[in-house]
């Protein structure tokens, strides 16, 4: 498998999450990447696409970038937002804040950058 490359742009609305999953899983296909990352991708990004669309604003560009190669994987996503993520204590009565506990858990890695006056947030996954 040689190394893949794409990069898409969604506005920050609800349903940013499911159209990613659509292209993720459509992208994968083509790629013929490696089944046992697909869910766990498609979680995650649901997870990062998610906090953006409630966190960024509704005046950016969210970018989504995806490599893949010999059985990894690394999908960052663009918001524009200078607020970086941190994983929450779980309030257990708090009906949100659990997205980057899930991203910490499901990732191999993750972090996060500057990028063109935002940030831009990621995770690596690996095949089994």
């Known amino acids: 498998m040689g190394t893949f490359r794409a ?3 969604f506005p920050p609305s609800p349903h940013a999450p499911g159209r990613a ?14 089944a046992t990352l697909h869910v766990d991708a498609k979680v995650l990004v649901t997870e990062l696409i998610s906090n ?6 509704s005046d950016v560009v ?3 970038d995806v490599t893949a190669s010999d059985g990894w994987l690394r999908v960052g996503l663009a918001d524009g937002s200078t ?8 309030d257990r009565s708090a009906p949100r804040g659990r997205g980057m506990q899930i991203v910490a858990e499901l990732a ?4 996060s950058e500057e990028r063109d006056g935002g940030k831009r947030v990621w995770f690596e ?4």
């Open 62 to 64: 969210l970018e989504l």
């Open 21 to 34: 999953r659509r292209l993720l899983g459509e992208l994968f296909d083509a790629w013929s990447l490696d």
């Open 83 to 90: 607020i970086r993520p941190v994983v929450r204590e779980l």
């Open 7 to 9: 990069s898409f742009e």
């Open 52 to 57: 953006a669309v409630d966190h960024a604003g």
């Open 125 to 128: 996954l690996t095949g089994s």
């Open 108 to 111: 191999d890695r993750w972090g």
